[in-house]
């Protein structure tokens, strides 16, 4: 296991504190009212976790990929969405940091590191998201602007963010199809609308929603990194950190799932006995203990791979997947093992168990995580690193 800095290990126990004093004794008022948790998004801006994928000279605190992981796992064992609030903006500033030209780091990084500039990512369409190639958002240069057209859907903190990283179609005739995609850093204007915000089964709190561009114009300098033809490439890198992140919500939402059974089963009496001295009931927990284990595994795994510098869409695909489908298996598991108080909307697990089935479809399905998982062990067992 990825031994954390004392620094990081610092930086996971505020996290952490913040979450049991802050975040635990409000999260069921918000979510149950779907109300934007305007405070505490302010605090963790002031705790710098907006900044923690951003280094220096733009950011303070940049920390290890594992260190963010266990960061976005605290906050989503407090409440999912507000290490939602943090996934997008996430991939944005890596994009920024890894591709972005000077100006645009300097424009946009020193303020997204603070949270003062927020950041989200628009690549889904209202007529698919995992087949990305076939989007019809275009944006088609004009002097020294681009015009852009079109529709995106689904995307999270579209009202509270100020940039959005675009993946849009500027040279509609290419072939094959992602050669012709880019990304834009666009900021609202007129001809750019967040059109409806969708009603969802979990994820409360912070907005998902449609977005028009209705001959939106936007600078030529709002290009990534100044080139064309390369947000395909681009995106895919930054979904690896997108997908990291999913797959530690994930574990932050099944720990807190587990967390709130094993307490449950202690205080719980059923013929004569704290219930998990029931065989069927032990044998539960110790389930889902094992798959939390085996996920956050998974998830090091895959953070220490991708802070080697080396292509980590498998290994995040393979933690986005394997956490996912564990988190919707434990939170299942905790109603089970709560009887009917696991149906109430008084005890947080109902929420747990909404909240799970998200990190099976977001940053791409497990179907498609699957895809990636084999076409990267073909591709490593006919070419080795
Ligand atoms: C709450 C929420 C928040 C979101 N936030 C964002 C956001 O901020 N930004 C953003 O851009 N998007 C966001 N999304 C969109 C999300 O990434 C997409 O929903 C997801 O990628 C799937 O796309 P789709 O819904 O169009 O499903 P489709 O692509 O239509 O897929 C439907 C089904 O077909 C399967 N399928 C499709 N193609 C294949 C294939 N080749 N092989 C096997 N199976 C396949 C899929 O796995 C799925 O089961 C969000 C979604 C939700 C629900």
Redesign the pocket.
């Known amino acids: 296991m990825t031994i954390l800095s004392a620094e990081e290990e610092t930086v996971v126990s505020t996290v952490r504190d913040f979450v049991d004093r802050e975040v635990r004794p409000v999260v069921r008022g918000l979510e149950h009212a779907n109300e934007y948790p305007e405070q505490l998004i302010e605090q963790m801006k002031a705790l710098g976790i907006f900044g923690l994928a951003i280094p220096e000279p733009y950011g303070e605190v940049k920390v290890s990929t594992t260190c963010f992981a266990r960061v976005t796992e605290e906050l989503a064992r407090g409440w999912m969405s507000l290490a939602?609030a943090m996934?997008?903006h996430t991939v944005v500033s890596r994009l920024l940091v890894e591709f972005g030209t000077e100006e645009q780091k300097q424009r946009y990084l020193p303020h997204m590191a603070t949270g003062d500039v927020r950041a989200?990512?628009?690549?889904?369409?209202?007529?698919?998201?995992?087949?990305l190639q076939s989007m019809r958002t275009t944006a088609r240069k004009d002097g020294d602007h681009y015009v852009v057209n079109g529709s995106?859907?689904?995307?999270?903190?579209?009202r509270h963010s100020s940039l959005v990283a675009l993946?849009c179609r500027t040279d509609p005739s290419a072939d094959p199809a992602h050669r012709g995609i880019s990304i834009l850093l666009v900021e609202k204007g007129p001809g750019f609308t967040v059109s409806r915000d969708?009603p969802?089964l979990?994820?409360k709190g912070v907005e998902?929603c449609e977005l028009s561009f209705d001959g939106f114009r936007t600078p030529q300098s709002s290009l990534l990194g100044g080139r064309e033809r390369q947000g395909f490439k681009q995106m895919m890198k930054g979904l690896e950190i997108g997908r990291i992140q999913v797959a530690s919500r994930a574990t932050g939402v099944a720990r807190a799932a587990l967390e709130d059974a094993l307490l449950y089963a202690t205080q719980r009496q059923s013929f004569g006995v704290p219930i998990w001295k029931h065989q069927s009931v032990g044998n539960l927990l110790a389930d889902m203990a094992t798959k939390l284990a085996a996920a956050q595994q998974l998830v090091l795994h895959a953070a220490s791979a991708y802070d080697s510098g080396k292509r980590s869409d498998m290994e995040a695909g393979m933690a986005k997947l394997f956490a996912s489908e564990a988190a919707a298996q434990i939170t299942l598991d905790a109603i089970r093992v709560h009887g009917g108080y696991g149906y109430s909307t008084e005890y947080d697990v109902e929420r747990y168990f909404r909240d799970a089935p998200?990190m099976i479809?977001?940053?791409?399905?497990?179907?498609?995580q699957?895809?990636v998982i084999v076409s990267q062990l073909m591709a490593r067992m006919t070419s080795p690193a």
Do not use: H, Q
């Open positions: 939602g996934g997008g989200t990512m628009a690549l889904t369409e209202p007529d698919g998201g995992s087949d995106k859907i689904w995307i999270t903190n579209a993946l969708l969802k979990g994820y998902s998200l479809v977001g940053e791409g399905t497990n179907e498609i699957r895809n």
